[in-house]
Antibody
């Protein structure tokens, strides 16, 4: 059974870089059938799709975050990572990683999620 | 981007009753719609994909319907473990977008 676990600092200072890693266990990140994605939920708000990556390294970013966002994959460690630069209080959220069904170059739905990691942006 | 709107924000239901949740898309998403359940402190769980197909292991009391811009998630005979937040997600267009969620609370 595939499981995902987020890890990283829970507190980031404004203007600095938010970094999170998602470790995949119980399955290979190199599967051709899936993308690996990040989603966030600010306090009291809805879910926002951040972006995703294929095992080959091709990233897909939400246009609202392009320019600040980097998603990468390390197949040797079965991990993928998120870096968000120049953070502000608006980036405070629960960040979750998820496995996304893929097909024909398209993203579909998320069938496995991590529990989420709370990240607060504050000085 | 496609905006997903869920209603109501909160639904108070007694155990054993039926709950009906709605999700509307700002433009047609065909049947490229999924529903998830989230309980406090837990990872979201996929319930429905393709607007009406139950995911593996999901009880038959959960059903989804709709196409285009209007979708419904029905939970028949609510059990205690069904009180949670439910949200919808479209996967027709990039970026993927979610509804704001409906909290199903005990009446």
């Amino acid at each position: 059974q595939v499981q995902l676990q987020e890890s990283g600092p829970g507190l980031v200072k404004p203007s600095e870089t938010l970094s999170l890693t998602c470790t995949v266990s119980g399955g290979s990140i190199s599967s051709k059938n899936y993308y690996w994605g990040w989603i966030r939920q600010p306090p009291g708000q809805g879910l926002e799709w951040i972006g995703s990556i294929y095992y080959s390294g091709t990233p897909y970013y939400n246009p609202s975050l392009t320019g600040r966002l980097t998603i990468s994959v390390d197949t040797s460690k079965n991990q993928f990572s998120l870096k968000l630069t120049s953070v502000t209080a608006a980036d405070t959220a629960v960040y979750s990683c998820a496995r996304v069904l893929a097909g024909g170059g398209r993203h579909y739905y998320m069938d496995v999620w991590g529990k989420g990691a709370t990240v607060t942006v504050s000085s | 981007e496609i905006v997903m709107t869920q209603s109501p924000a909160t639904l108070s239901v007694s155990p054993g009753e039926r709950a009906t949740l709605f999700c509307r898309a700002s433009q047609s998403v065909s049947t490229n719609l999924a529903w998830y359940q989230q309980k406090p402190g837990q990872a979201p769980r996929l319930l429905i994909y393709g607007a009406s197909t139950r995911a593996t292991g999901i009880p038959a009391r959960f059903s989804g319907s709709g196409s285009g811009t209007e979708f419904t998630l029905t939970i028949n005979s609510l059990q205690s473990e069904d009180f949670a937040v439910y949200f919808c997600q479209q996967y027709t267009n990039w970026p993927l977008t979610f509804g704001g969620g409906t909290k199903v609370a005990i009446k």
